[in-house]
């Protein structure tokens, strides 16, 4: 099975290794590891979430403290879409990114987006009128070229050998 490395996107379009474990609670009680997005604040948004597969060392340190997974397998599952499964990184032919900005996430040109989205979650900011923006997780292949927008600024991006670089804009 095919692990990649993960990499987040931040707010303020910010490029760091690896994402945030949270808790999800499918049921009152009940507590399980998944990368969390979007927002349910007065029902405006939509909050998703990618279940996490733990090793036995993380599961055990999850919960206690900030758990960041770095690598890991994107997992298809039958009915509920996808889950990410931590793995140590054995290609860089793609990445797995988190990208919680709360934009718009668009190809190159305005284009469809280069990669497989997993996971997808809506921000909207109280009764704003604006379009809502998302958060989502993507397995990316290498070369791709992608922007995310919001607000009045755009972050244009390249995946290279496992990491996120940022293009500044006069390079476009």
Not at 47 to 55: G, I, N, Y
Request: net charge positive; with cysteine.
């Amino acid at each position: 099975m095919a692990s990649y490395p993960v990499v987040t996107i931040s707010h303020w379009g910010e490029v760091g290794p690896g994402a945030i474990v949270g808790i999800f609670s499918p049921r009152p009680g009940e507590e399980k590891p998944a990368i969390c997005l979007g927002n349910d604040n007065n029902h405006s948004g939509y909050r998703a979430f990618l279940p996490v597969e733990l090793r036995r060392p993380e599961r055990a340190r999850w919960g206690k403290i900030g758990l960041a997974i770095i690598s890991g397998a994107a997992v298809r599952q039958a009915r509920i879409g996808y889950r990410l499964v931590s793995r140590e990184a054995n290609t860089t032919s793609k990445i797995i990114a988190v990208i919680t900005v709360g934009g718009q996430v668009y190809g190159l040109n305005g284009d469809e987006f280069p990669g497989r989205i997993l996971a997808r979650g809506l921000v909207l900011e109280g009764d704003s009128l604006y379009r809502p923006g998302e958060q989502l997780v993507a397995l990316i292949p290498d070369g791709a070229l992608f922007k995310v927008a919001f607000d009045a600024s755009e972050f244009f991006y390249r995946v290279f050998q496992g990491e996120i670089q940022m293009i500044p804009p006069q390079v476009m």
